[in-house]
């Protein structure tokens, strides 16, 4: 109903990044009721999905919600942060392959046998194939051929990169990896500039949790983009809300 299980937790994020937002600008006692029930329901969701995508990303959401006064310190936890960490996320796995090394610890916290999540439950043969596409033709890419199932397995079938960038530059190539970051870059400067508020703040974890999700899975940019253009334009709600506390305050 909602979306295949490795690809739910992009919509609980949204949820909960959107009634945090209608809080942040106008609080009701009624709605903080609300986003603690839905954590709840999400959560278990989540965890019901046994999903590692699910569960990676879901992480961060509720170390947000459960603790914010360590979450919510701007200085440390910031837009930047967030990407700073996602890139070390990739150089761990693409260049040291931290999954094999510490099997155990992912064994049992994923829930996975050892060979499946030395693998990542295939990902890196579907990663590794994915690369040597997108070398046969890296400047514009393959194409889209309306169907994500383009990289080789080795059961002789068809499967997604399961990492969207990957799967951008295989469909578009470098030329259009570059768009997506130029068009990338201009969401964390103002969320920067912005990081004291808590929208600015609740955007900035939705961003990085969403991106985790992206980086197992290629499911399209679709969740991503609706959080940029809150994020573009949270200097926008801050405003919003400053309106809102005024005229509360001349009632």
């Known amino acids: 109903f909602l979306r295949h299980a490795n690809q739910l937790s992009p919509i609980y994020i949204l949820t909960m990044v959107m009634l945090s937002l209608r809080n942040v600008q106008k609080k009701h006692w009624l709605r903080s009721i609300l986003i603690a029930g839905m954590l709840g329901v999400c959560t278990y969701m989540i965890y019901y999905a046994?999903?590692?995508?699910?569960?990676?990303?879901w992480i961060p959401i509720l170390v947000y919600y459960l603790f914010p006064f360590i979450m919510k310190r701007e200085i440390v936890f910031n837009v930047i942060t967030y990407s700073?960490?996602?890139?070390?996320?990739?150089?761990?796995?693409?260049?040291?392959?931290?999954?094999?090394?510490?099997?155990?610890?992912?064994?049992r916290l994923l829930k996975k046998?050892?060979?499946?999540?030395?693998?990542?439950?295939?990902?890196i043969d579907l990663w590794d194939n994915a690369i040597e596409m997108i070398k046969e033709k890296p400047v514009l890419g393959r194409g889209m051929t309306g169907d994500y199932n383009?990289?080789?397995?080795?059961?002789?079938?068809l499967l997604s990169a399961h990492n969207q960038f990957l799967q951008l530059t295989i469909e578009g190539g470098l030329v259009s990896l570059f768009v997506f970051c130029l068009?990338?870059?201009?969401?964390?400067?103002?969320?920067?500039?912005?990081?004291?508020?808590?929208a600015a703040k609740v955007i900035s974890i939705g961003i990085f949790s969403i991106a985790l999700v992206l980086f197992s899975e290629a499911m399209g940019f679709l969740d991503?983009?609706?959080l940029f253009a809150f994020g573009y334009n949270v200097d926008f709600i801050n405003k919003k809300k400053s309106k809102t506390c005024k005229k509360e305050t001349a009632l």
Request: no cysteine; charged share 25%; hydrophobic share 45%.
């Open 50 to 57: 046994e999903s590692g995508s699910n569960i990676a990303s």
């Open 113 to 123: 046998d050892a060979k499946r999540v030395e693998n990542l439950s295939g990902r």
């Open 84 to 107: 700073l960490a996602y890139i070390g996320v990739f150089v761990s796995v693409f260049v040291f392959e931290v999954q094999k090394k510490y099997t155990d610890i992912f064994v």
């Open 150 to 157: 383009i990289v080789p397995t080795a059961r002789d079938g």
């Open 224 to 226: 991503l983009i609706i």
């Open 183 to 198: 068009t990338a870059f201009f969401v964390p400067v103002k969320l920067f500039k912005e990081r004291k508020n808590d």
